[in-house]
């Protein structure tokens, strides 16, 4: 057996979808599946599933002839918010696979355009 069969994967830092007093939040993993890390796959889906429900009502609006600028405007909001989501799931899962992000500002590019 070679040793790093006979060794369990040392621990690693995952970043959380979530911030702590304005900082990156960081849960130390190891094998198997903690409490905290359930909750993070569940904030994670939750911010993917939000980001669908936002396409569907932008596209809605989209498709709606007698939708104003306003309203427009609002989708266009909401697309942003669904992209800014996907691209933060996108990267902290890449994180998690060890693949370096080529383009960490992105998200808060993304995030500094839609806050009004």
Same mark, same amino acid.
Request: hydrophobic share 40%; charged share 30%.
């Given at each position: 057996?070679?040793?790093?069969?006979?060794? $369990?994967?040392?621990?690693?830092?995952?970043? &959380? $979808?979530?911030?702590? *007093?304005?900082?990156?939040?960081? &849960?130390?993993?190891? @094998?198997?599946?903690?409490?905290?890390?359930? =909750?993070? *796959?569940?904030? @994670?889906?939750? =911010? &993917?599933?939000?980001?669908?429900? *936002? =396409? !569907?009502? !932008?596209?809605?609006?989209? *498709?709606? =002839?007698?939708?104003?600028? /306003? @309203? &427009?405007?609002? /989708?266009?909001?909401?697309?942003?918010? /669904?992209?800014?989501?996907?691209?933060?799931?996108?990267?902290?899962?890449? @994180?998690?696979?060890?693949?370096? $992000?080529?383009?960490?500002?992105? /998200?808060?590019?993304?995030?500094?355009?839609?806050? $009004?």
């Amino acid at each position: 057996m070679s040793e790093t069969e006979s060794q $369990p994967a040392p621990s690693q830092l995952r970043r &959380l $979808p979530w911030r702590e *007093d304005g900082k990156t939040a960081y &849960l130390s993993t190891g @094998e198997g599946s903690s409490f905290l890390t359930r =909750m993070a *796959d569940s904030v @994670e889906e939750g =911010m &993917l599933t939000t980001a669908e429900v *936002d =396409m !569907a009502r !932008a596209l809605s609006v989209a *498709d709606e =002839m007698s939708s104003c600028r /306003a @309203e &427009l405007r609002m /989708a266009v909001r909401f697309l942003a918010h /669904a992209v800014a989501d996907a691209v933060e799931v996108a990267r902290l899962r890449g @994180e998690r696979l060890g693949v370096a $992000p080529e383009a960490k500002e992105t /998200a808060e590019f993304v995030r500094r355009c839609i806050t $009004p």
